[in-house]
């Protein structure tokens, strides 16, 4: 026997026992196909064929995958080749599988390896920082918009895209309000991209569950650009204090930030005049965007604003009589 068939009938026999999750598809002198699946996305066929001068020479060594990007795999087709080229003269393919083997072990982020690199070209900008743990399978996220800043933990799960990321808030300099904001929409985010509709329309279509990085930092991104230079339209003025320092967490305070159903936002004081000030009949509507206005504070019906309006002037009317009488 040749020295590829004696690596051959040894690969049929051991690669299942020594590659964890592998499947040998194909191992004649042509070529050797081996599958390795830890998971859906944690998965690679790796595909060898052999010159006339094997294995004095190196064997030849493809990477395919279904989700693993094309960039990951030419990168790791390369190393491939250098561990292949530790052992010239001998049999390669074992040595290799075992280093892809690792290298999938090690690297658990690889299932997520496209969006990954979809969130730094397109999202990250400027002093914004995208740290990938690979020991922790989790990602870094900061994200930097003038004075303000959020920093996340994001942790990939092992049976990822099936299951929605994890965050964990390691930073932040918003006000209480929108920490707990971005937090939970964040994770209502990352659960409908894997939970389908509690109540499902006729018209919708069929659910498709997605991978729930991207939109989760996606979502983080565009608030924290959004809110730091957002205006309260009432007084033109920041509705974020141009110093975070001076950020108020209080609800009564006339200068705490409010958020509206709408999303826009304004000062407590602001939209407290706004609110109790006629007229009432058409409902209050959103200065920026003219949606109306819903806010667990404000629950003023039409009728009992007017009502309190007028009971509010009726005050001031008999208070100037009796500066007037005194004056
Ligand atoms: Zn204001
Ligand atoms: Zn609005």
Known sequence: MGILETELAELRQCVPNVIADSTVEACVPAMVRVNIERTKYKQMVACFQFGPDYPNSRAL???KSRH???KLLDGLTKLCEEEADKYLGKPQVLNVLRF???FIDENPLCCCSDEISTIKRKLIAGSDELKLKQRSSSVVLKVIQGVYFIRYNIVVPENYPDKQVSLEEKGCNFPALFKRWFLAQANEIARQCVVPPAKKRPKDPPFVLKPSLEPVISFLISEVR?????E???CKQNALPLDPKEVVSDESSPYHVERVYCG????????DTYIRTPP??????CHTCGLRI??????LTPETAEARWAHKQAKQRELDEVVDFLT
């Not at 959004?226 to 957002?230: A, C, F, P, R, T």
């Open 100 to 102: 892809v083997r690792t």
């Open 68 to 70: 693993i990007s094309d």
């Open 232 to 234: 309260c339209k009432f």
């Open 264 to 271: 826009h936002v304004y000062h407590n004081k602001c939209l």
């Open 61 to 63: 060594i493809e990477l």
């Open 226 to 230: 959004k809110y730091v230079d957002m």
């Open 294 to 299: 819903y806010h667990d504070k404000w629950k």
């Open 280 to 285: 009432f009949q058409e409902g209050k509507k």
